[in-house]
């Protein structure tokens, strides 16, 4: 089956009680490695359904299994990395660039800037527009 926004070949997969759609190509994946930053893993999910996290990258004959990666249709994933010095939620967007919501309030949609000289405590600077999707989840107030 196609995503109905952008077109891309998806498949569901049942998981917890719900239906979750992931991409159509499965991933082979490792086991995360003591010490690697949340940037390296990738939420997969097995064939049947299990959640699990994974690195894309190793020695194939180290391979722990394949699974297929939750379609994002475009949002950008960021990973939260705590709080601020005013308890605002600060996140990673995967490359380095640190970004903080600046109203985390429930029911408000996201807000998001990134960090003046990119440091944890910075002010907020420029807002970045797009859809994102929060891993674990959104923090908010």
Not at 27 to 37: L, S
Not at 89 to 108: H, I, N, W
């Amino acid at each position: 089956m196609k995503c109905k926004n952008c077109g891309c070949e998806v498949i569901r997969i049942r998981s917890g009680g719900r239906s979750v759609v992931c991409d159509a190509a499965p991933i082979t994946y490792w086991h995360v490695r003591d010490g690697a930053a949340m940037s390296e893993m990738l939420s997969l999910l097995t064939p049947n359904g299990e959640s699990i996290y994974g690195t894309p990258a190793g020695k194939l004959e180290n391979a722990v299994g394949v699974a297929y990666h939750p379609h994002t249709c475009g949002l950008l994933p960021i990973f939260h990395r705590g709080r601020d010095s005013w308890s605002r939620p600060v996140y990673d967007d995967g490359t380095g660039r640190l970004l903080v919501d600046v109203d985390p309030r429930a029911g408000r949609k996201p807000d998001i800037c990134t960090k003046q000289g990119n440091a944890f405590d910075g002010e907020p600077c420029d807002p970045v527009d797009g859809d994102f999707i929060f891993i674990p989840r959104r923090d908010t107030w």
